[in-house]
């Protein structure tokens, strides 16, 4: 199915301030975010009014606009997956599974009849004066522009700009007589049975891209600059079989799975932060094993980088190596000098042949879902704003942004936030409070403040690309996003939504002086 793309410039609203609708809060995305965020809304508040904006035609996100051979999950779908629904298949999974799971979330919480498809939100600007947010939206298929206001903003958009993905400017793309796709757009009329193909990146794209091409392609090369870690295993969790052996009812095989796969992952990030060279070792270990003593794992897939400072994929069933094992694919660690007519020439002076480029490359970060956001008409630049853990920002009313985790799943992440989000409305509900924004505390005015990823936790080129863009961060856990599931766990339900850092305004801005 083609993707939609509109480039035409929106007609104006019809009608005037009459035909704005309103909710009390509005969900931007229908990814798994935001059917996490419908989800627990319903549950939790359930006589809030809301609505979910999505551009695309259906809901899934990720799993809806990839469509690039091969394309699952790399973390396993007990934590990938909510909470509140058993996953039964195996752990990894294809973007058709995530999606048919999501659709049943949707089908048995009735959340379809809250989401608008086709709606791109353009504009989102806060008025002081009557409290609320009013967005301004593009409905795709008849190029209208649409207006709704709403109380609070759950920001759902994911970190990556849909239907662009990045791609480097090479010398001579124009002269390369094959296709070049791009994981995030990958055209329907691609057939690659029989041809050579060189896939550009090392990431988690390029090896469930790889694996996958190389069952009918005739080659399939991975060209990446440097290497990236992999974990492999069986694509199974070994609690969850025996608990099934058991009979164990799915409810319960969901729960206990998650909490020994959360348990592991504290362990297994633990050590890579105290002892990363015998994490590294016993990670090229594996793969040695796969490819045999001649294989040259030092050049190949030795990370300069000491484990997680980068996402570390997980390779199931060890299919990429088995494919390189099988001389269907093999793996290049140099530099692109210039794209030929028929392939890629190397810095070191060699030359790949190629019918097909796949540009595994990576994203275009998009940190505020490409909205144009303003405060009582004046441009807001999230960059001036200091996060708060990762999901407020500084000055910013009634607003909520879901980036889930790195080094978990980040669906863990968008749960936390969903709950804090309920609990937050639920209290602006009993105090009868009309906004909310975190402010600093007059004892942090000064506190030093920093790019919003530390280079040296975590460091992938997106992220970097990004950073004069996202908010700042702080010196103090409030003021970070950190990656730690486990501490943020028990952090989130314990946040005192009365703390002075929470500014709350009980009126509109007209009736505040008579408070
Ligand atoms: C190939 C791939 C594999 C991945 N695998 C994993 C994994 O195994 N584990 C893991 O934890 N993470 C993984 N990730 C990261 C993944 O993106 C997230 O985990 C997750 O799917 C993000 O969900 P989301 O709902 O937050 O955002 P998205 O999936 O990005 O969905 C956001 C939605 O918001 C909509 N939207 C954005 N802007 C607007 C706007 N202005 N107006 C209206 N709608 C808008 C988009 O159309 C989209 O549908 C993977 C990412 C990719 C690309």
């Excluded at 994911?158 to 094959?178: C, S």
């Excluded at 692109?336 to 595994?360: F, Q």
């Excluded at 500084?394 to 709950?419: H, K, M």
């Amino acid at each position: 199915m083609a993707k939609q793309r509109t480039t035409a410039r929106p007609r104006a609203p019809t009608g005037g301030e009459a035909m704005v609708e309103h909710f009390d809060v509005l969900i931007v995305g229908a990814g798994i975010s935001g059917v996490a965020g419908a989800y627990h809304l319903q549950k939790q508040c359930p006589d809030t009014s809301f609505v979910i904006l999505e551009t695309e035609e259906r809901f899934g996100g990720t799993w809806w606009t990839h469509r690039s051979p091969g394309i699952r999950s790399d973390s396993d779908l007990h934590t990938f997956g909510y909470r509140f629904k058993p996953w039964i298949g195996p752990p990894i999974a294809t973007a058709e599974e995530i999606l048919s799971y999501m659709g049943e979330v949707v089908e048995e919480n009735a959340l379809d009849r809250h989401i608008r498809y086709r709606h791109k939100i353009l504009k989102a600007d806060w008025s002081h004066e009557d409290s609320r947010w009013t967005v301004e939206a593009l409905r795709t298929d008849t190029n209208e522009a649409v207006r709704i206001s709403a109380n609070f903003l759950w920001m759902c958009q994911g970190y990556y700009r849909h239907n662009e993905g990045y791609t480097p400017e090479w010398e001579g793309m124009a002269d390369f007589k094959g296709r070049i796709a791009h994981p995030e757009n990958w055209p329907d009329d691609i057939d690659y049975a029989g041809k050579n193909v060189i896939v550009i990146g090392s990431g988690a794209t390029a090896a469930t891209v790889v694996p996958a091409m190389a069952e009918s392609a005739a080659h399939v090369t991975m060209l990446q600059r440097s290497p990236t870690f992999f974990r492999t295993g069986r694509n199974a969790i070994d609690i969850a079989e025996t608990l099934r052996e058991l009979d164990v009812d799915e409810s319960w095989v969901h729960e206990v799975t998650r909490k020994k796969i959360m348990f592991d992952q504290a362990a297994f990030t633990e050590r890579c932060f105290e002892t990363p060279d015998q994490v590294k070792q016993e990670l090229l270990g594996q793969i040695r094993e796969l490819l045999g003593p001649d294989y040259d794992v030092d050049k190949h897939f030795t990370p300069s980088y000491r484990p997680w400072r980068q996402r570390i994929a997980f390779v199931p069933d060890a299919d990429l190596f088995k494919g390189i094992a099988a001389g269907k694919a093999s793996v290049v660690t140099d530099e692109i000098d210039r794209i030929t007519e028929a392939g890629i020439l190397l810095r070191s002076g060699e030359t790949l042949e190629a019918d097909l480029i796949v540009t595994a490359t990576g994203f275009n970060m998009n940190v505020m879902g490409d909205i144009a956001f303003s405060i009582d008409g004046e441009p807001l630049d999230f960059h001036d704003t200091v996060t708060y853990r990762g999901m407020m920002f500084t000055g910013v009313p009634n607003l909520a942004w879901v980036f889930g985790y790195f080094r978990a799943s980040w669906t863990l992440r968008s749960e936390l936030i969903a709950d804090f989000v309920c609990r937050l409305l639920k209290h602006m509900h009993e105090t009868g409070a009309k906004s909310v924004a975190p402010a600093l505390r007059p004892e942090e005015k000064d506190m030093k403040l920093f790019d919003w990823m530390d280079e040296n936790d975590f460091n992938p080129n997106y992220l970097m690309r990004a950073l004069p863009v996202l908010p700042k961060r702080g010196d103090k856990r409030e003021w970070q996003h950190t990656q730690d599931y486990w501490r943020e766990k028990d952090e989130f339900p314990a946040i005192d939504l009365d703390d002075e850092l929470f500014v709350y305004r009980r009126g509109v801005r007209s009736n505040i002086a008579a408070e």
